[in-house]
């Protein structure tokens, strides 16, 4: 029976080792100036070496009127101010993110301004469920967004089954 109850706990501890990171889910941003939607935003795991880091890409952008305009099967918009002028579609924007479970956020990332093509250091934190913060930073200045969460439900039909599994960010300074 001993030998059983150990068997049980230590699968238990090895299957929590592997749980999701927090935040892998997807969100959307919100334009500053008029805000209204702008884009939808894929958080992701990846490997980084032995460690797992949090990573994002941007999977669909929205229109002036606030509908969905472009997704990963149809992106249109280049990102002129990035390295390689990539679609703004399919563009990883934050990488290299680590979980600090003493402060349960995360840090020691970079975000991208993919309009101006900047990148800034990174925190990303959830003060309540259904908002995330990111922050993009120089220093001790910076700018804080808030991204709404979204359920699967809430995705364009092209954009509900999407399997990020062997996605990696292509970091583009």
């Known amino acids: 029976m001993k030998i059983f109850a150990l068997s049980v706990l230590g699968i238990g501890l090895s299957t929590g080792a592997f749980a999701a990171m927090p935040f892998v889910g997807t969100y959307q941003t919100i334009d500053d100036e008029t805000n209204l939607p702008k884009s939808i935003v894929q958080l992701y795991e ?3 070496g032995n460690d797992s880091a949090l990573a994002g ?11 969905v305009s472009e997704t990963l099967s149809n992106p249109v918009k280049v990102a002129d101010k990035v390295s390689g002028s990539p679609k703004y579609v399919g563009l990883d924007i934050i990488w290299e993110m680590e979980w600090d479970s003493e402060d349960s956020e995360y840090k020691d990332g970079k975000i991208m301004d993919p309009k101006k093509g900047s990148v800034y250091s990174s925190v990303i934190w959830q003060d309540d469920k259904d908002k995330l913060r990111v922050r993009g930073k120089i220093g001790p200045f910076g700018r804080t967004q808030t991204w709404n969460v979204l359920n699967v439900s809430d995705l364009p039909a092209d954009l509900q089954n999407i399997d990020t599994a062997n996605w990696k960010p292509v970091i583009r300074k």
């Open 46 to 48: 990846y490997k980084d």
């Open 57 to 67: 890409r941007i999977i669909a952008l929205y229109d002036e009127k606030g509908n």
